[in-house]
């Protein structure tokens, strides 16, 4: 069964998980699996559009169109988010709170499904509902949410919607929610010290150990100090005590080359890709999954001469990746990679 975090605000929330609920901070979600996180349809929007378009741009100008057109304060700088299963639901949300939910999950390890208050009630209550500050009317077409305030201007009272508490959500909570998937991966993440500080940490005590044995090797040619191998297994020991190698070179060599092996490839990818010193392009997307073993970038260039000269580059530099699509708008190119791990 799903969990479910229902934001009171960007800090705190109420938690449901296994027929229980909590209050809690949000930052002690970190490591929660299979959570639903719900924010107010204030930040992300909640439409539904069943009519099917060839171009998922007509789509997406629709949608922000109907927006602008049906609230004087709508903002114009919106992006359209589709959800997961197909029924149509998608949410419009400004950049600004865009890039607020994108830092809240920054220290994630996994992608995380999120909804707006008003898809996701609408999936368990089919009656017009209150729950605590927020009135939710359902109009046949989708759920519309008001404060108690509106709810004058719109001739309803307190008594054409039922209260519900947080019993009565958790009795209907299920697996099958829809929501974005929003991906959490980012190039911080991967160098980040605190989520890798024992793969950091096993590296660095690798690499100063081969180092010291390079030392230990000359000392031992000049002065002739057969303690020094011992010293360096001492050293081994204490950084591994679980392990007892019978050639501490090797082990530690071992240690490096398992560290490094698909990490580094990444990290040199990204590097490279993401790099200043790219004489054309810019990196505007990316997406890296250590599932599928491999990296999707996609680079913004001035026009289709760039693109061709960055190939190039490149493939001069011995990288081979995948051009799968390429979109020209207003002379620039945007054109997607793949690059397999």
């Known amino acids: 069964m799903m969990k479910v975090f229902i934001f009171n605000d960007l800090e705190t929330g109420s938690f449901f998980d296994n027929k229980k609920v909590s209050k809690c901070k949000f930052s002690t979600l970190e490591n929660e699996k299979d959570v639903l996180f719900v924010f107010p349809d204030q930040m992300m929007k909640h439409v539904n559009e069943n009519e099917k378009y060839k171009k998922r741009a007509n789509l997406e100008a629709k949608l922000i169109n109907d927006s602008l057109t049906s609230s004087l304060n709508a903002d114009t700088n919106l992006n359209v988010l589709k959800c997961s299963l197909d029924k149509g639901n998608y949410f419009l949300i400004n950049d600004k709170n865009f890039k607020k939910i994108k830092n809240l999950f920054q220290n994630f390890e996994n992608d995380v499904l999120i909804t707006s208050d008003v898809l996701f009630f609408s999936e368990i209550f089919k009656e017009n509902i209150n729950y605590l500050d927020g009135y939710y009317l359902n109009t046949n077409l989708q759920y519309l949410k008001f404060s108690k305030n509106a709810l004058k201007v719109l ?20 697996s099958q929610f829809d929501g974005y998937k929003l991906n959490t991966f980012n190039l911080g993440n991967l160098i980040n010290y605190e989520k890798n500080k024992n793969y950091i940490f096993g590296l660095i005590s690798a690499v100063v150990l081969i180092n010291l044995i390079g030392i230990g090797n000359l000392i031992n040619q000049t002065y002739k100090l057969n303690s020094f ?60 999954s250590k599932e599928l073993k491999k990296l999707e970038f996609e680079m913004l260039f001035k026009n289709s001469s760039e693109e061709i000269i960055f190939l190039n580059e490149q493939a001069f530099e011995g990288n081979s990746f995948q051009k799968i ?11 997607k990679f793949i690059y397999e791990i």
Request: charged residues 25%; without cysteine.
């Open 155 to 174: 001739n309803y009272k307190d008594s054409d919607f039922e209260k519900i508490v947080d019993k009565d959500i958790i009795q209907n909570v299920n």
């Open 325 to 335: 699509d390429s979109k020209t708008d207003g002379g620039s190119v945007v054109t």
């Open 229 to 288: 191998n011992e010293i360096i297994l001492g050293l081994y020991k204490n950084i591994y005590p679980l392990e007892n190698p019978l050639n501490v070179e090797q082990a530690i060599n071992g240690k490096i080359e398992n560290l490094n092996l698909q990490e580094s490839k990444v990290l040199n990818m990204i590097y490279k890709i993401s790099s200043s010193k790219l004489k054309t392009g810019q990196l505007v997307n990316l997406h890296y």
